[in-house]
């Protein structure tokens, strides 16, 4: 029987002594047995490093440095990993116990390509089984370097090959907000191919205190992201014309916030022209696609139950609809 291959799970963690214990523990509970995890304190000023210190397993490495971002600190947790597959995991997030059984799985003797994982959203009030990070229809290989440029798909608990680093390198470590979609575009543009595992076997935590909230500074790097895209030489016709819409335009997560705010304000007419300006540049999300069509067929009756719907659910799970993907 062959050997299994070992798969290194990144953590960048800063600042994380209310987290990474759980996040640490999540990889102790795998059921799959050949694993390394690899934590690297960025630079914290509490507890963080003593938390990881004290599980006190051979498994696990710790890595210290300077504080220099989350890129930065998955560039070194990969530096020091000595597994075939990578793959990454927040220092605030949770994987169930088949999570990476599952991914490699699903990875098989694929030799370029990615396994995204879906995962449940852990936000404030708890978890809603309704509400997972992927729903709707899941980008075809043809489609997914264009999609990709809509929108983030993949999630940082990714499964790859240690090859692919040999194509796209490490994080860019100048960017301190959506590094991982810059990481993604360059992995899926040299011609890794994204493979779905759909079954939500990870928590991936939404609140006040992720770096994805900070809206302006995300929105920045996004277009930073894109403008370097644009002037790639290997783009379609079809992926250049999207990139010049999308540049003109507000970033399509701005208007869907837009849309939603309008909404929950009762202002049925104007969330029905944000949901359809957002949908129109990220017609890939099935989702906001679906809400953007019920506004437009009858705001005025799809609204109030859309709203009605929107409310229940962000009152039940605490939930700051703000920056929802």
Known sequence: MSELPRVSVVMAA??????????????????????????????????????????????????????AGAGSAR????????????TFLDS?????????????????????AIVTANSYWLLPGGIDPSHTRH??????????????????????????????????????TTLHRSEDWDFWLRAVFAGHEVVHQPRPLA?????????????????????TILEGMSSRDDLRDDERAYLRRRLASPPPRLLSN?????????????????????????????????????????????GPLLRARQVRRENALAFDAEFEH
């Not at 990881?52 to 051979?58: I, L, Q």
């Not at 990709?148 to 993949?154: R, V």
């Not at 928590?203 to 302006?216: A, I, K, P, V, Y």
């Not at 202002?267 to 989702?287: N, V």
């Open 14 to 67: 800063w600042n994380a002594a209310t987290t990474v214990a759980a996040a640490v523990s999540s990889v102790l509970w795998q059921t799959y047995p050949a694993w390394e995890l690899v934590v690297v304190d960025d630079g914290s000023t509490d507890s963080t490093a003593d938390l990881v210190s004290a599980f006190d397993d051979p498994r696990i490495t710790l890595v210290k440095q300077e504080n």
């Open 75 to 86: 560039n070194a947790g990969m530096e020091a990993a000595r597994g075939d597959l990578i």
């Open 92 to 112: 605030d997030d949770v994987m169930l116990g088949r999570h990476l059984e599952a991914l490699v799985e699903r990875l098989g003797d694929r030799t370029r």
């Open 135 to 172: 729903k709707g229809r899941f980008p075809a290989v043809p489609h997914q370097r264009l999609s990709l440029l809509e929108q983030n798909y993949l999630s940082p608990m990714s499964l790859f090959r240690r090859e692919l680093l040999e194509d796209v390198g490490g994080f860019d």
């Open 203 to 223: 928590l991936f935590r939404w609140g006040q205190s992720s770096m994805s909230t900070n809206r302006d500074l995300v929105f920045d790097a996004e277009r």
């Open 258 to 302: 837009e849309g939603d705010a309008a909404l929950r304000g009762r202002q049925y007419a104007r969330a029905a022209q944000r949901f359809a300006a957002a949908a129109d540049l990220s017609p890939s999300e099935t989702m906001l696609v679906r809400k953007a069509q019920l506004m437009k067929l009858a705001p005025r009756l799809a």
